[in-house]
Every structure is written in structure tokens, then in C-alpha cells.
């Protein structure tokens, strides 16, 4: 977990306090972390795996096979 801690330097307005802290939480990716965070996605099944890569082999043949012809 990141903590991000500002401490107020004298003579300094609230204002700009929030200016700073709010510039160290932009640097530090935090709020696109959390906002990355919010949805869980499932893992695939091992059927969804196996289908997935039998048809990228399958789409690789073919284009191995459209560009041994010269048509690519």
C-alpha cells in the first residue's frame, strides 16, 4: 500500500497544502491503480484457454498459408 504524507510548511495556505498533496497522489498513479481495481474480471476456463489458442494456431496456418501462396 502507498502512503502519500504531506506536511504543512510555514506560512503555507490550505489551499496550496492540497495543491501538493493532490499533486503527489496524481504522481504516484494511486488513483489509476484504484480506478484499475474496481471491476473484477474472472479467469478464464481452461475450455475458453484451450479454444482461444487452438484458433490463434489456426489463424497463424492460414496466414502462413495466404502468404506461401503471395496473396499477403
Given at each position: 500500500?502507498?502512503?502519500?504524507?504531506?506536511?504543512?510548511l510555514p506560512n503555507e495556505s490550505n489551499s496550496s497544502l492540497m495543491r501538493r498533496f493532490s499533486k503527489r497522489v496524481q504522481i504516484s498513479g494511486l488513483i489509476k491503480k484504484v480506478k484499475a481495481g474496481r471491476f473484477r474480471v474472472r479467469a478464464q476456463?481452461?475450455?475458453?484457454?484451450k479454444q482461444?489458442?487452438?484458433k490463434m494456431l489456426a489463424r497463424r496456418e492460414h496466414y502462413a498459408r495466404l502468404k506461401k501462396l503471395g496473396k499477403i
Open positions: 500500500m502507498i502512503t502519500i504524507e504531506v506536511k504543512r476456463s481452461e475450455y475458453k484457454k482461444s489458442a487452438l
